[in-house]
Structure formats: C-alpha cells, structure tokens
C-alpha cells in the first residue's frame, strides 16, 4: 500500500501563506529525518534536498486572501488536500500530522505527534517549512521593515513593532488579532 504523510507549516503566522507538503517516502527512506522543528536550518536543507531528489513531493498552498476568507483551520485544509492531489499518485493510506483530517476522497489517519512519529510525516514537515521559510524570506525583499528573514511572519516583537509602526502588508493576514485591529 501507498503511504503519503501530510504536515503544515505556517498555521500561526501572522503573515504569509500556510504550506502543506505530502510526502511518499523512497523503498529506502530517508535517514536522519524527524520534526522539522528539531532540526537546525542546515540539516532541514540537507534532508529537504534528500527528499526532493528521492521521493514523491506534492505541495499545497493557501493564500492569505483564503485564510482570511475561510479561517486558518479550514485554509490548513484546503493546503493539505491540494498537497495531496498534487503527489500524481494515488496514495492508499494518508497520515496526518494532528488531531483532525480534511473531507477528502482519501483514506487517512489523524496522528497527534506524527512529525516525530512517522518517517513520511517528518519529511511533508521538512518540505512544508523549507518551502515557506523561502516564501518568506523572499516576501522580505519587499517588506524588509517585519524581519521576516529572522521571524517568518510570526509574531516576533520585531514585526509587531514594525507593524505598528508601518502597519500591515497585502501578506498580513487581516482575520488575525494583531493584524485586524488595522481593518475594523
């Protein structure tokens, strides 16, 4: 059976897309993946190049403009079906990293903890982050004053501070606190 495991990156954020990744890992897998969050930035690199080069990837973005439009939860959902149906492959089984499953056409398992779990969680994680840590820092170019190389959107005291005092961005997600007290 094909096994795709499914995780997120960027559901906090108070700017940028949130990024889902679907990840069918090689007959011989990849050594040393895990959650993306315990790994340094040069070994998520490494690994993500790994991946790419060995493994069925599909990626799945929602825009800001869809969060706003649907919420951060159901926005995640949409990334991870998108991400999925982006494999080219019909997976039998998909593992997803969490407490809850999107309404798709796939098999899947919700799995509380699966980026340390699960070797194919761990690698959608790795991709999912790398993609939109590169989003980001892209986005910086353009917005330099946020500190998106360094924060990635979140909401470090750097990028309230500039959001204070240069207010928000078309990348700033408008249904998040910080961010729509500027809209009302």
């Not at 690698?123 to 990635?152: L, Q, T």
């Amino acid at each position: 059976m094909i096994v795709a495991g499914v995780d997120e990156a960027g559901r906090g954020p108070l700017a940028g897309p949130v990024v889902a990744a679907a990840v069918i890992l090689c007959p011989d897998g990849v050594e040393g993946v895990d959650d993306s969050k315990k790994l340094t930035p040069a070994r998520r690199a490494v690994l993500e190049a790994l991946i790419l080069a060995r493994c069925t990837v599909g990626i799945g973005v929602a825009s800001v403009e869809e969060i706003d439009a649907i919420n951060i939860l159901q926005a995640t959902m949409l990334a991870m079906a998108r991400a999925v149906a982006a494999l080219g492959i019909e997976p039998g089984l998909v593992m997803v990293d969490g407490n809850c499953l999107p309404k798709w056409r796939w098999h899947a398992q919700a799995v509380v903890g699966g980026d340390a779990l699960h070797p194919c969680i761990s690698a959608a994680s790795i991709i999912a982050k790398e993609y939109r840590d590169r989003f980001m820092c892209a986005a910086a170019a353009d917005h330099p004053h946020y500190g998106w190389v360094r924060n990635k959107g979140y909401g470090a005291p750097e990028h309230l501070r500039a959001l204070v005092k240069h207010g928000p961005t078309p990348l700033h997600r408008r249904s998040f606190g910080p961010v729509a007290k500027y809209f009302s």
